[in-house]
């Protein structure tokens, strides 16, 4: 049995769609759809029920996919114990917000890169719930993103959060400490509506009882930082941002008597039992997250 059938039917069969598999293998939707006329020929029955437009998949296609795992994930077993290479070629579709971006994602991939040289990246930056719908379709490989997936076939592991706090003009912006009140003197910058950020920031004005400031919301973080250089108002912004950009840019982060609900991240992906790199690759980054806000912790002074 052609393995290459198995993996072609298997990803058909995962994200529901011919157009989709595709384009996770690289390959035709005809070259894909005759691997699986071929695979439905050797055993002899049918897989897909191709007499509606509507992707299904008989009874035996629902038994077949049990089995299509369990091949593809002794077929990676093998390839891990009895193979010549200690690494494989890791190619990967990532996605990631402009919060992860911006806080640690260059240096990881920064290490990554020194780790396995043979490292390919195609990096989407955009909101969460675009990068959850992406990787639920199979047109991402991991996003990194303050939403869960809730899809049962995506699997969610949670990341260290992002610290959230205000940040202004080191000279326009040099009070001792910032209060509500104090802050609402100030237009407020601050991610899209509905966004996390944006959530928080209301939050607090709402439970304090305290009038609402006017807010800007900008999807952009350079955005953001170039009105915040402008003298434009006071951004939220995740710590770690601001921390690796205020020796270039006057920025500095203000002693707030109010704390923002830090920004969840989360990372989902989407299992194959073919391979283990997308899980290799998010071990590899959360062992660098780890490391490097136990580094800032030491740094910070108490």
């Given at each position: 049995m052609n393995l290459r059938f198995v993996e072609a039917f298997h990803w058909a069969a995962s994200l529901k769609s011919i157009t989709r598999a595709a384009e996770k293998l690289h390959i035709t939707q005809s070259a894909l759809s005759s691997r699986i006329a071929a695979l439905e020929e050797e055993l002899g029955v049918i897989l897909l029920d191709r007499r509606e437009r509507l992707f299904r998949l008989t009874a035996a296609g629902q038994r077949f996919q049990l089995l299509a795992v369990r091949l593809l994930e002794l077929q990676r077993?093998?390839?891990?114990?009895?193979?010549?290479?200690p690494h494989a070629p890791v190619a990967l579709r990532i996605g990631a917000?402009?919060?992860?971006?911006?806080?640690?994602l260059t240096g990881w991939l920064q290490e990554m890169h020194k780790t396995r040289p043979d490292f390919e990246l195609e990096l989407t930056v955009e909101t969460s719930p675009v990068l959850v719908d992406q990787v639920r379709r199979g047109a991402q490989d991991l996003v990194f993103t303050s939403l869960p997936a809730t899809d049962t076939a995506v699997r969610t592991r949670t990341m260290p959060p992002l610290e959230l706090v205000f940040v202004g003009h080191r000279t326009l912006h040099s009070a001792g400490r910032?209060?509500?009140?104090r802050l609402a003197q100030?237009?407020?910058?601050t991610f899209q509506k509905g966004?996390?950020?944006h959530q928080s920031l209301l939050q607090l004005f709402q439970e304090s009882g305290a009038a609402v400031p006017r807010?800007?919301?900008?999807?952009?973080?350079?955005?953001?930082?170039?009105?915040?250089?402008?003298?434009f108002g006071i951004?939220?912004?995740?710590?770690?941002?601001?921390?690796?950009?205020?020796?270039?840019?006057?920025?500095?982060i203000l002693r707030a008597s109010c704390a923002l609900t830090a920004l969840p991240i989360h990372a989902s992906y989407r299992e194959d039992p073919g391979s283990g790199i997308t899980e290799s690759v998010l071990e590899s980054?959360?062992?660098?997250?780890?490391?490097?806000?136990?580094?800032?912790?030491k740094r910070t002074p108490r």
């Open positions: 077993q093998v390839k891990e114990e009895l193979g010549t290479s917000i402009e919060s992860v971006v911006h806080s640690w910032y209060d509500l009140q100030h237009d407020l910058i966004s996390h950020p807010m800007h919301a900008i999807s952009s973080i350079s955005a953001m930082l170039q009105f915040v250089e402008a003298g951004a939220v912004l995740p710590r770690a941002v601001t921390q690796r950009l205020s020796h270039r840019m006057p920025l500095h980054a959360q062992a660098y997250v780890a490391q490097t806000q136990t580094a800032r912790k």
